[in-house]
């Protein structure tokens, strides 16, 4: 089965302790994104990348840190300078970069829900 | 500048009645427009998709969604509720002008009464 896979389901962080939330797409997609979602507010995009070794910041990237090694895998992040981190974070890739006029439809991940101690 | 506009937050029907929920968008370019659904703790599942291919777009789970460029919107709808169709639902945008971005409504939440 292709897809998205995020783990953990639930993450708990400490004060002044960085996580690293997980995900992992088996779809040959090129382009793959990490948001934010907090209660009755639509998506916040953090992060995206369109290729490997290639990252850009989105509209809420301080405090989040990532990486893109390998292209299945986009993991992020969430260090001790981001003071609000309590949220359900999502992961997404879609099967080109947007701007190339490729296909832009988006494909989530079943999220991880981050709180704090 | 894009934007995405949802009319209502929340929105309650009655099992077997008729599904509206409303969805204005404002762009300076003819914009994809997309609806996902999101089950508590859950990922976002795509519904349906608007490319300009045709205006009244139909989607899974019985759902369809009508573009109208006369009135910027792309509401979804549905004629009969069912239970599971209890969610939240997103009406999102994306330009196509250079950029990578999708721009996210806030989202309806949809409550189904037995």
């Known amino acids: 089965d292709g897809g998205i896979t995020q783990s953990p389901k639930y993450l708990f962080r400490k004060e002044g302790q960085n996580v690293t939330l997980s995900c992992e797409q088996n779809l040959n997609h090129d382009a793959m994104y990490w948001y934010r979602q907090d209660p009755g507010q639509g998506l916040r995009l953090i992060y995206y990348s369109q290729i490997v070794n290639d990252f850009q910041k989105g509209d809420i990237a301080e405090g989040y840190s990532v990486s893109r090694e390998k292209k299945e895998s986009f993991p992020l992040t969430v260090t001790s300078a981001q003071k609000n981190p309590t949220a359900f974070y999502l992961c997404a890739s879609s099967p080109n970069p947007p701007n190339l006029g490729g296909q832009e439809t988006q494909y989530f991940g079943p999220g991880t829900r981050l709180l704090v101690l | 500048a894009q934007s995405v506009t949802q009319l209502d937050s929340h929105v309650s029907v009655s099992e077997g009645t008729p599904v509206l929920l409303r969805c204005n968008y404002s762009?300076?370019?003819?914009?994809?427009l997309f609806w996902y659904v999101q089950h508590p703790n859950k990922g976002l599942q795509l519904l349906l998709k608007y490319t300009s291919a045709a205006t009244l777009v139909k989607g899974i789970n019985g759902f369809e969604a009508e573009f109208k460029k006369s009135e910027t919107s792309f509401h979804l709808t549905k004629p009969s509720a069912h239970m599971s169709d209890a969610a939240e639902y997103f009406c999102?945008?994306?330009?196509?002008?250079?950029?990578?971005?999708?721009?996210f409504g806030k989202g309806t939440k949809l409550s189904v009464i037995p």
């Open positions: 999102v945008a994306y330009s196509g002008a250079g950029s990578y971005q999708l721009t």
């Open positions: 762009s300076s370019y003819s914009p994809s």
